[in-house]
């Protein structure tokens, strides 16, 4: 059985698990993909890796031959074939409204890196036409599926740190290879689409979903015109704060802070935690700091499961929908607070 949607209810019902199964092709064979997503598609029960694509038939044969799939010249190749259900699209950003758009034309469902395009306008033209076509599309931020996130909720709703006030979150690494992708504003580079959409992510995950952007700062690199780094206030409507810091001229920091009315809840590895990683959670309050270390969790594994089991059960596919129009409006909003009060002769990021 493929992953398209079943109809059929009883057909559906009369199925077990582990006969459902859902085809999964690869466009694109970014370094990071290699190491994260591609071997949680490989490694999971419910999804057959079929094919890699790639513009370089050498590139596609030996990502292929380490993954144990087909080699696929082309991405349009790839999307042609009628034994592939739904596709992980890991290209660069500048990249991503094109080949998602192709692929939901395709009729394949689409689980994109992140950020899933490079602003709201081509957002919801690509919602719009998954919606139309029935087909899940969903942004790959792995973060959202380790359990120190739920820790974390779920000591705020038992009252832990009384009423949440404040977020920090932040995601910053040292500079980055004069020719990596991400220094290069025609890829759709920059630290905001890099690292930032972490932490706008974060803000809306401890904060909800109306969370707005009220300021925010772009610092400009003159050599390659994109920003290295950057900061963000937001703020939901009952008054909650953010502060969102991100980078990639910096010390290494990936740190999540959420700072209630009687104390406060920190991560240290809050977006990139590894597999083998047990995560410490520092619970602070007043004259007591208690430090929990939390199970080990495959994020990307976690996150690959949800993507299958919401395309082969029929789940729901305007949440995440949703999710990337959220996202790609504050992305959007931080360019435009930033262009509004540029800040040491920092100019407006290529969108």
């Known amino acids: 059985?493929?992953?398209?949607?079943?109809?059929?209810?009883?057909?559906?019902?009369?199925?077990?698990?582990?006969?459902?199964?859902?085809?999964?092709?690869?466009?694109?064979?970014?370094?990071?993909?290699?190491?994260?997503?591609?071997?949680?598609?490989?490694?999971?029960?419910?999804?057959?890796?079929?094919a890699v694509a790639s513009r370089s038939r050498d590139k596609a044969e030996a990502v292929a031959a380490r993954f144990g799939c087909e080699a696929v010249t082309g991405y349009a190749a790839l999307l042609a074939r009628d034994d592939i259900d739904a596709v992980y699209l890991p290209l660069p950003p500048a990249l991503h409204a094109e080949w998602v758009a192709r692929a939901l034309a395709a009729g394949k469902h689409v689980l994109t890196e992140k950020p899933a395009v490079a602003d709201r306008a081509q957002a919801a033209e690509l919602v719009a036409a998954?919606?139309?076509a029935g087909l899940l599309l969903m942004e790959n931020f792995a973060f959202l599926h380790h359990g120190q996130h739920d820790a974390v909720r779920s000591l705020v709703e038992a009252g832990a740190i009384g009423e949440p006030r404040h977020l920090t979150a932040e995601f910053a690494f040292p500079p980055l290879p004069a020719g990596d992708i991400r220094n290069d504003p025609a890829l759709g580079g920059g630290a905001?689409?890099?690292?930032?959409?972490y932490t706008l992510r974060a803000a809306t995950l401890y904060l909800g979903p109306r969370v707005e952007v009220r300021g925010a700062v772009l610092r400009i690199d003159s050599g390659t015109g994109v920003d290295v780094a950057g900061?963000?206030?937001?703020?939901?409507?009952?008054?909650?704060?953010?502060?969102?810091?991100?980078?990639?001229?910096?010390?290494?920091?990936?740190?999540?802070?959420?700072?209630?009315?009687?104390?406060?809840?920190?991560?240290?590895?809050?977006?990139?935690?590894?597999?083998?990683?047990?995560?410490?959670?520092?619970?602070?309050?007043?004259?007591?700091v208690e430090e929990r270390t939390l199970p080990a969790g495959h994020q990307f594994a976690s996150l690959v499961a949800a993507f299958a089991r919401t395309v082969l059960d029929g789940g729901d596919f305007a949440g995440p929908g949703e999710d990337v129009l959220r996202q790609a409006e504050l992305v959007d909003a931080v360019r435009d607070a930033a262009a509004a009060h540029p800040a040491g002769g920092s100019r407006r990021a290529a969108r």
Not at 192 to 197: E, H, K, Q, R, S
Not at 246 to 265: A, N, P, V
């Open 192 to 197: 905001l689409l890099d690292a930032g959409v």
């Open 1 to 50: 059985m493929t992953g398209r949607r079943v109809h059929n209810h009883q057909a559906e019902e009369s199925e077990t698990v582990s006969d459902r199964v859902l085809n999964v092709g690869v466009v694109g064979c970014a370094a990071i993909a290699q190491r994260t997503t591609m071997p949680a598609l490989a490694a999971e029960p419910s999804v057959r890796l079929v």
């Open 130 to 132: 998954a919606r139309q």
């Open 231 to 288: 900061g963000a206030l937001v703020a939901d409507p009952a008054g909650r704060t953010g502060q969102l810091t991100f980078g990639f001229d910096r010390s290494y920091r990936c740190g999540c802070t959420l700072w209630g009315s009687e104390g406060s809840i920190s991560l240290d590895r809050a977006f990139t935690a590894p597999p083998g990683l047990r995560p410490v959670l520092r619970l602070a309050r007043q004259d007591v």
